[in-house]
T-cell receptor, first 114, second 109 residues
Framework: NAGVTQTPKFRVLKTGQSMTLLCAQDMNHEYMYWYRQDPGMGLRLIHYSVGEGTTAKGEVPDGYNVSRLKKQNFLLGLESAAPSQTSVYFC?????????????FGAGSRLTVL | GQNIDQPTEMTATEGAIVQINCTYQTSGFNGLFWYQQHAGEAPTFLSYNVLDGLEEKGRFSSFLSRSKGYSYLLLKELQMKDSASYLCAVLDSNYQLIWGAGTKLIIKP
């Protein structure tokens, strides 16, 4: 059981380039999330999805787009990368049940924008 | 604004007990989570508290006081593998998770 898989694990971009981070989960979870983690700060929610075909903005959505065409996949796109987007990106999923909505995280994708 | 406060770093000795505190000010409360994150790895779930009191799970326990906006994670019989960051997160009135910056725990032999 793979859980949540993110690709790529590492990427270096030049300012202005575009890229897509891929997230796949095999737990049949309804909810999926993209977070960024920066030194000295808590995890910040970029975008999330409560089901196939739905997306919503989180705390820091500017400069990012997402798509959830299939229930198991959640894609995060950067159309024109900026150095401020250098970060570690985590995808997570959850069943979305009320109560303890426990998140299962992917291993992370470390992105550097030069 | 919403705020979660945790100490940045703590040091403890192998075999000892350590308490990691978390205070929060959020718009509403629907539960508090603790996650463990080893360096370079993903956060993993440790505990969930929604009612006041102590939840015990093996060597780890988590306490919540909603009236004080306070929680702590208690780790007993510390092992070297417990060296990690511990993240406190609160589910607010909109069921959005607000995360603390994490506490880096260093275990010394």
């Amino acid at each position: 059981n793979a859980g949540v898989t993110q690709t790529p694990k590492f990427r270096v971009l030049k300012t202005g380039q575009s890229m897509t981070l891929l997230c796949a989960q095999d737990m049949n979870h309804e909810y999926m999330y993209w977070y960024r983690q920066d030194p000295g700060m808590g995890l910040r929610l970029i975008h999330y999805s409560v089901g196939e075909g739905t997306t919503a903005k989180g705390e820091v959505p500017d400069g990012y787009n997402v798509s959830r065409l299939k229930k198991q996949n959640f894609l995060l796109g950067l159309e024109s990368a900026a150095p401020s987007q250098t970060s570690v990106y985590f995808c997570a999923s959850s069943s979305g049940d009320s109560g303890a909505n426990v998140l299962t995280f992917g291993a992370g994708s470390r992105l550097t924008v030069l | 604004g919403q705020n979660i406060d945790q100490p940045t770093e703590m040091t403890a000795t192998e075999g000892a007990i350590v308490q990691i505190n978390c205070t929060y000010q959020t718009s509403g409360f629907n539960g508090l989570f603790w996650y463990q994150q080893h360096a370079g790895e993903a956060p993993t779930f440790l505990s969930y508290n929604v009612l006041d009191g102590l939840e015990e799970k093996g060597r780890f326990s988590s306490f919540l006081s909603r009236s004080k906006g306070y929680s702590y994670l208690l780790l007993k019989e510390l092992q070297m593998k417990d060296s990690a960051s511990y993240l406190c997160a609160v589910l607010d009135s909109n069921y959005q998770l607000i995360w603390g910056a994490g506490t880096k725990l260093i275990i010394k032999p």
